[in-house]
């Protein structure tokens, strides 16, 4: 008969050779399951073209905008306009008293009269050699001297006269009758705004494709239309600060544009061909730069990218791929370089 020992020992051993099999038994699933290829989504890249978009910001500027000041100083004794009113190039808005310059106008052209007259009489006797031609040109310097006051007093007065210098709409009144103005003193703004101007700036690369008469797109908050401008202008030479070329383009005012309101500026460069585009989400930032993985029989291989143009969903790959290679676009978190693949 076994003793109480034995059959201790004989339990114990079959226990231990139990826990063998089942560990013999689960390594085989274990390792199955960590050589599983992972599925993932792909593309086959291509060749294919794209326009550059850039997107800058801009200001609307009126055709013609003058802060109105008087040429002299003065009374304000009459305001003829109204504000916000629109104008026609020369119509009168505001009168300076001028009360002593029409009353030494009034006396100059008295004087300027009878010289002429004088100049008259003595030009009839120089024919008939009654008098000599000193004697004609003393009166003759008279006569262009009172001229020349008259007119000097003629444009005074016309300065005592406010108009509108162009066609365009009024701003607000800064005067009132009674009001002593000076030439420092502004008495409205008028703007022509049937046309506006478009002023923005370009980074120094773009300058060379910035052409005249190239059509650009502009929208403003607030308002989803999109309008159309034609450049008519730009400067010179690129901003040494900002490494900027500025550059002005013109559109009509449908009266939904304000002037010295902000815009935004879409402008489309050349377009680019024969170049590699893949979505947004393939890329994966490192501390270098950035990579992709892409699939070689059904194998995952890391590639270090340069990109170039992006959209709104697609990038331009400058380096690392090529038409024919076979981009993974899912789950490329959890795959690395030698990952098996199983590809959908």
Do not use: W
């Not at 599925?39 to 291509?46: D, E, G, Q, S």
């Amino acid at each position: 008969m076994l003793n109480k020992n034995a059959v201790l020992f004989f339990g114990i051993s079959l226990a231990l050779l139990a826990c063998s099999d089942a560990k013999k038994q689960q390594k085989p699933e274990m390792g199955k399951g960590m050589n599983a290829p992972q599925i993932a989504n792909y593309i086959v890249l291509r060749d294919t073209s794209i326009k550059e978009v850039i997107q800058i910001t801009g200001t609307i500027q009126a055709e013609e905008s003058v802060d109105l000041r008087p040429e002299m100083s003065g009374k304000v004794v009459k305001i003829i306009f109204k504000e916000g009113s629109s104008v026609k190039q020369g119509d009168l808005l505001v009168k300076i008293n001028d009360e002593e310059l029409k009353a030494q106008y009034n006396r100059a052209v008295s004087r300027l009269k009878l010289a002429e007259e004088q100049e008259y009489r003595q030009r009839v006797l120089l024919k008939k050699e009654a008098i000599s031609q000193q004697e004609y040109d003393i009166v003759n310097t008279e006569l262009q001297s009172m001229k020349s006051e008259s007119e000097l007093l003629k444009a005074q007065l016309a300065k005592t006269e406010i108009r509108a210098p162009f066609n365009g709409h009024l701003g607000l009144r800064m005067i009132s009758v009674g009001d002593f103005i000076s030439s420092s003193s502004v008495v409205t703004k008028i703007v022509k705004d049937d046309q506006v101007k478009i002023t923005f700036s370009i980074p120094e690369k773009y300058a060379s494709h910035m052409k005249s008469n190239a059509e650009i797109v502009f929208s403003t908050d607030g308002n989803s239309k999109q309008y159309k401008a034609l450049v008519y202008a730009k400067d010179p030479s690129i901003d040494e600060n900002t490494r900027t070329l500025s550059v002005r383009a013109i559109a009509k005012n449908d009266g939904m544009l304000t002037p010295g309101s902000f815009c935004k500026v879409i402008l489309e460069m050349n377009e680019i061909k024969n170049t590699i585009l893949i979505p947004n989400e393939s890329i994966i930032p490192i501390l270098k730069g950035k990579k992709v993985f892409i699939a070689k029989n059904n194998t995952a291989s890391e590639v270090i990218i340069k990109t170039g143009i992006r959209t709104a969903k697609l990038v331009q790959i400058t380096d690392g791929l090529h038409a024919g290679d076979t981009l993974i676009t899912s789950g490329i978190m959890s795959i690395k370089d030698g990952s098996s693949l199983k590809l959908k």
